[in-house]
């Protein structure tokens, strides 16, 4: 199939030669290979972050491959480390739902993608909806997933009884034991169960209600393990646009996770303020500087009481930064992480992005926290701040006179761009208060 595909798509349209592709040779159901993105590059897989592998609370290092390769970003771009990790977390069982982005362009490139699958086959499944209904399409990868799940189960609860085949019947009742498992030894088994299956369907001709539970346990048997639902976007989506989706979501008992990486623009469209653009920075829309200060989209998430909330920065804190990953992937209802991403609308020098990273946790301007409600089933307070803001501190202003978005007011008017930094050291100071009393609960 990856070959036909690259013979005579891939092939034809990276020599130009797209119009002569007859639409006969495009897949019905929409769906791409995966893994292509590399065939521009001699086909030389790319490479897995083995320090995830490493971290304690990975309990189960099994990735040795990588499941997002040569992703065709803007060099140094903040956003594509957190895809990285979340799917060498989880990708061999990840739904993404990607909102109209940076993320989306990169991700959904055609004819070749990024994403990848392992030796196994299997990948994160990824799709793209609009920029307004993203966190809606995750919801609904969720609601057809748990539908789905619950049929497998019933399917094969009828089943069992109709086997005459000891191992499988045997395989099929472990699978149910393990169905809520998603350890290596049950992914293991859903491999095991899905050869059995195949094997019986063959010798089940003739044996019409076997035969229609079996076609049915077959047609569902990808979901004899637990997905990771994933809801992928930008702040443009998350604090603006997609808001009203976001609070729906946010505010259900579904078990969905959020990846919101914050670039303060609307990147893909060249950098248009949204409500994450800090006081003070020129933006399009903003040219004479952001009069408003950010939006705390982290405090208000927090709001829900039970959705699994962290702002994470990773040039400041990568173990941290997966810890959160792995918590919001555990707790088992709604979670948002909200990443740091240096973006070139930054104006500096992308080989910078780790030092400057560093610098906006440390002057206070991105306190890196979690609040996870399920340490309130162990008497515990859900805040944890990652960065106490007054360790190893750096100015404010040291941070700021890095960035062109902040260096281009002070040229053109420098007053008014001493005013907003004023008014913008006073949010940081807010933020930090406002958030600081939720560690006080
Ligand atoms: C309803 C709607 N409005 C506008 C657009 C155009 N559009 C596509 S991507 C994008 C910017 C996305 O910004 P953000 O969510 O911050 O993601 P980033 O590109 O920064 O990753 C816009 C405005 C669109 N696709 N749909
Ligand atoms: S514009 Fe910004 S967010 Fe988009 S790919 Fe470039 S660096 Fe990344």
């Known amino acids: ?113 990024p994403y990848t699958k392992d030796s196994k086959g299997k990948g994160p499944a990824w799709a793209n909806s609009l920029f307004e209904d993203n966190a809606e399409f995750g919801f609904g990868m969720r609601l057809a997933v748990d539908a789905n799940r619950k049929q497998l189960k019933t399917n094969v609860q009828a089943l069992m009884p109709l086997l005459n085949n000891a191992p499988l019947r045997a395989a099929l009742e472990k699978g149910l034991i393990l169905f809520d498992a998603v350890t290596r030894e049950a992914r293991n088994h859903a491999d095991t169960i899905r050869q059995l299956l195949a094997e019986e369907h063959k010798r089940s001709s003739g044996k019409k209600e076997l035969r229609i539970l079996l076609d049915k346990v077959i047609e569902l048997q990808d979901y004899f393990v637990e997905k990771s639902v994933w809801i992928f976007g930008g702040d443009g989506w998350a604090y603006d646009i997609g808001f009203g989706g976001l609070d729906h979501v946010m505010s259900s008992n579904k078990n969905v996770n959020v990846l919101v990486m914050d670039t303060e623009v609307y990147s893909n469209t060249g950098g248009q303020a949204s409500k994450a653009t800090p006081r003070g920075a020129v933006a399009k829309f903003a040219s004479d500087g952001k009069k408003l200060s950010k939006k705390n989209l982290g405090l208000m998430m927090t709001t829900y009481g039970k959705a699994y909330v962290a702002v994470v920065n990773m040039g400041m804190d990568r173990e941290k930064t997966a810890l959160a990953f792995v918590e919001a992937e555990k707790h088992n ?109």
């Open 1 to 113: 199939m990856l070959s036909d595909f690259a013979d005579h798509v891939i092939d034809p349209i990276l020599r130009l030669k797209g119009d002569t592709i007859p639409v006969s040779r495009m897949p019905l159901n929409g769906a791409v290979p995966t893994g292509t993105k590399k065939l521009e590059y001699r086909g030389v897989a790319g490479n897995a972050a083995t320090w995830i592998e490493k971290l304690p609370f990975v309990q189960e290092p099994y990735i040795a491959e990588p499941y997002i390769e040569y992703a065709p970003s803007c060099s140094g771009c903040g956003e594509v480390p957190y895809i990285h990790l979340a799917t060498q977390l989880f990708g061999d069982r990840m739904m993404i739902a990607n909102a109209t982005g940076c993320t989306s362009i990169y991700g959904g490139t055609f004819p070749t993608t």
């Open 333 to 441: 209802g709604p979670s948002i992480i909200i990443a740091y991403s240096p973006c070139i609308a930054h104006g500096y020098d992308m080989r910078l992005t780790k030092k400057q990273s560093e610098k906006a946790s440390k002057s206070g301007y991105w306190p890196m926290y979690r609040f996870n409600p399920d340490l309130r089933a162990e008497g515990k307070n859900p805040f944890i701040w990652d960065v106490p803001v007054t360790e190893d501190a750096v100015s404010f202003k040291n941070y700021l006179e890095e960035e062109l978005r902040y260096k281009t007011l002070n040229l053109s008017n420098p007053e008014e761009a001493l005013r907003l930094e004023e008014l913008a050291q006073k949010d940081n100071e807010q933020r930090f208060k406002d958030i600081k009393h939720l560690s006080e609960i």
